[in-house]
C-alpha cells in the first residue's frame, strides 16, 4: 500500500475506533444504548471513517497542507498572539456562524446556506448523542412532572414537563428540519431559474445532496405527526422510510458535496493567512515595481509549484551577455510567481501582439529587462467595472483595478 493511501487509512481506522470506545464509554457499556438505532449508529461509523479517509487525503495536498500548518502557525506564533486570535474569533463568527462569504453572493442564497446549515448541525446536535446514549431524559423519583437530563451517565439538570422550555428542547428536531426544508426549496428555486446554476449543475453534486436532506426532514415530520396527531398510524412503516434516508444520507456524505461541511473549518487558516499577510513584507513585481502580494504568498506559491512538478522558472535574459564577457557566475533565475496579475495579462496580450505581427519572442519578465528607471506602469483596465467581482474589497483587491 502506498504511504499516500496507508496514512489516511491508519487515520480513518483510529478516528472510528476511538468513537467506538467513546459510545461504550459514553453510553455506560452500552446499559443506555437503544439497540433499536444500531442501524445508524454503524452507518455514523462508516461515514466517520469515510470523512477522515477524505480529509487526510485531503490534506496530504501540497496547497492544502501548506494552508493548514501556516494557518496554525500564524495562530500561535509568538508576537501579537492576541490580535491573531481575535482575527481567528472574527473570521469564525462572520465566515462560519453568518456565512458571510455566501450572503456576499446573494441575500437569498446566504440564506438558503444559512437555513441548511443551521439546520443540519442543530439535527446532529441532538441526534448523535441520543443515537450513542451519551444523552437521554430520565424521570425524577417521587416527582412525575419532572425530567432529569443525563449526560454521559451522569445526571445534570432537571426541568418540567410541560413547561416551554421541554416542548422547545423535545421538538428541536422539528425545527431543524423546518429549517432544512425552508434551505432545500430556495436552493431549488435557485437551480431551475437561474440560468448560471443550471449550465453548472450536475444530479449527484448539486440535485443529490437536496433530494437526501428534503427526505429526512420530511420523513421526520411525519413521524412526529404520526404520534401526534394520528395516534401512531403508520408509524412502524415511517419510522422504517425514515431510517433508510437517514442511513443513506450518513453512506453517501463522504463522497458527496456535503464533505465541504468538514473542510470549511480548516479554510478559516486561508483568511487568516491573507488577512496577516497584508501586514507583513510585500512583494513587488519584477515587471512594474507594484506591490500585489504578500512576499511570504510569493515564496509559498514557488515551493508548491515546485512540488506540483511546474517549473515557471525564467533565466535572466542578461545572462548570455554576461556568459560572453567570460563570468562564471551562473545566470540568476526569476520565477513567474514575482509578476503580478495585471502585468501577466499585459505581458501575455504584448506576445500574441508580436506573434501576430511576426515577431518571435515576447514582453520579458526579469528584473534586467526593466531596471527601476525604465519600468513599465502597472496596467489599468480600460473599463473600471471589470475590476470589480461578487466579493466586494477581496475581488477588488485581488483584481488590482
Not at 431510517?243 to 453517501?252: G, N, Q, S
Not at 468538514?262 to 486561508?270: D, I, K, Y
Request: with cysteine.
Amino acid at each position: 500500500m502506498q504511504r499516500g493511501v496507508l496514512k489516511p487509512t491508519v487515520y480513518a481506522f483510529v478516528a472510528t475506533a476511538v468513537l467506538g470506545a467513546l459510545i461504550v464509554l459514553g453510553s455506560r457499556n452500552l446499559a443506555h444504548f437503544d439497540a433499536a438505532l444500531v442501524a445508524y449508529t454503524f452507518a455514523i461509523l462508516f461515514a466517520t471513517f469515510g470523512l477522515t479517509y477524505r480529509y487526510v487525503m485531503w490534506l496530504q495536498r501540497p496547497p492544502t497542507r501548506l494552508y493548514w500548518r501556516r494557518g496554525w502557525r500564524l495562530l500561535f506564533a509568538r508576537g501579537l498572539r492576541l490580535r491573531r486570535l481575535g482575527r481567528g474569533v472574527r473570521r469564525v463568527a462572520a465566515d462560519m456562524v453568518a456565512n458571510r462569504f455566501i450572503f456576499k453572493r446573494g441575500r437569498v442564497r446566504g440564506l438558503t446556506h444559512l437555513c441548511i446549515m443551521w439546520g443540519t448541525l442543530l439535527a446532529a446536535a441532538i441526534t448523535f448523542p441520543l443515537v450513542f446514549g451519551w444523552l437521554h431524559f430520565a424521570p425524577v423519583p417521587g416527582d412525575l412532572s419532572l425530567y432529569r437530563v443525563v449526560v454521559f451517565g451522569f445526571p445534570t439538570f432537571t426541568f418540567p414537563i410541560e413547561s416551554l422550555g421541554a416542548f422547545i428542547l423535545f421538538h428541536g428536531l422539528v425545527w431543524a428540519s423546518f429549517l432544512v426544508i425552508i434551505g432545500v426549496m430556495l436552493a431549488m428555486r435557485r437551480r431551475m431559474r437561474e440560468g448560471g446554476a443550471a449550465t453548472l449543475q450536475r444530479f449527484a453534486e448539486d440535485f443529490l445532496p437536496l433530494f437526501l436532506l428534503f427526505a429526512v426532514s420530511v420523513t421526520g415530520l411525519m413521524l412526529t405527526a404520526s404520534y401526534t396527531w394520528m395516534k401512531g398510524a403508520g408509524y412502524d412503516f415511517i419510522a422504517i422510510l425514515h431510517a433508510i434516508t437517514v442511513i443513506a444520507t450518513f453512506l453517501w456524505l463522504p463522497f458527496g458535496k456535503l464533505f465541504h461541511i468538514f473542510q470549511r473549518p480548516a479554510q478559516l487558516g486561508v483568511g487568516l493567512y491573507k488577512d496577516l499577510g497584508h501586514d507583513g513584507p510585500h512583494a513587488a513585481c519584477r515587471r512594474c515595481g507594484a506591490a500585489f502580494t504578500s512576499l511570504a504568498h510569493v515564496h509559498d506559491l514557488i515551493a508548491v509549484t515546485a512540488e506540483l512538478g511546474y517549473d515557471y522558472r525564467v533565466e535572466d535574459p542578461a545572462a548570455p551577455a554576461i556568459a560572453a564577457l567570460g563570468a562564471t557566475t551562473p545566470p540568476a533565475v526569476e520565477h513567474y510567481q514575482w509578476i503580478c496579475p495585471p502585468c501577466r495579462r499585459a505581458s501575455l496580450a504584448l506576445a500574441q501582439g508580436r506573434l501576430w505581427a511576426g515577431v518571435r519572442g515576447g514582453d520579458t519578465l526579469a528584473v534586467a529587462a526593466h531596471p527601476p528607471s525604465a519600468r513599465p506602469p502597472t496596467p489599468r483596465y480600460a473599463n473600471p467595472g471589470r475590476a470589480e467581482g461578487p466579493l466586494g474589497d477581496e475581488d477588488a483587491h485581488n483584481f488590482h483595478p
